[in-house]
């Protein structure tokens, strides 16, 4: 029986958690995913870590008239993935890559599926009628990361056609939310997915 199952964990970075645009309970969160990965990690085929990867004058930073603070710049240690987490994906034995978004100065990505490169991947690896092999075909998606009301949640809805709702599932309790959650909540009862 075929159970293949992917775990994407959006944007676990510094700068979220401890640095210029931190969200309630990330620290929290992260250590929780940090512990369900080495408890739970081989059950996984594949790990998929998204980043924010901003240049400096990114046009989402307020200093350039956008929303947020300078956050997540390009090779900057506030870019950089929560080092326990990081530790346990490459301590268990499950194949990781790492996406990177929000890379163009002029254009923002909250959804990893926004960028270019990384939507043809998303395309080719669980769009099942582009996936014709059952044995390739991935039977669960599993979303967690920072934060839950807005990289997530536009994750989640870039997602939701390529995967469909019966094969998407949403790890609540690692995804600390700026709003506390209500945004989430409301999309996961919309939409009936399952959550863990």
């Known amino acids: 029986m075929n159970d293949r199952k992917m775990l994407i964990v959006v944007d676990p970075q510094i700068d979220f958690i401890s640095g210029s645009l931190p ?16 408890a739970h990690g081989s059950n996984y085929t594949l790990i998929v870590v998204t980043n924010d990867w901003h240049p400096y004058d990114h ?30 994906i490459y301590q268990c034995e499950t194949s990781a890559i790492f996406l990177q978004k929000g890379d163009l100065q002029h254009r923002e990505e909250y959804s990893i599926v926004q960028n270019s490169g990384a939507r043809e991947f998303f395309d080719f690896t669980l769009d099942n009628s582009q996936v014709p ?24 809805r870039d997602l939701l056609p390529i995967v469909g709702a019966e094969r998407l599932r949403v790890l609540t309790r690692f995804a600390p939310s700026l709003d506390g959650g209500k945004a989430l909540t409301a999309f996961v009862e919309e939409n009936h997915l399952s959550t863990l």
């Open 23 to 38: 969200v309630p309970g990330a620290a929290e969160a992260m250590d929780r995913l940090t512990d369900f990965i080495k």
């Open 59 to 88: 046009c989402s930073f307020a200093p350039n008239g956008g929303p947020w603070p300078v956050h997540c710049v390009q090779n900057s240690e506030g870019a950089a993935t929560y080092w326990p987490l990081l530790e346990a």
């Open 133 to 156: 092999d059952e044995a390739n075909q991935y039977q669960m998606v599993d979303v967690c990361g920072i934060a839950g009301d807005v990289c997530v949640l536009n994750t989640l």
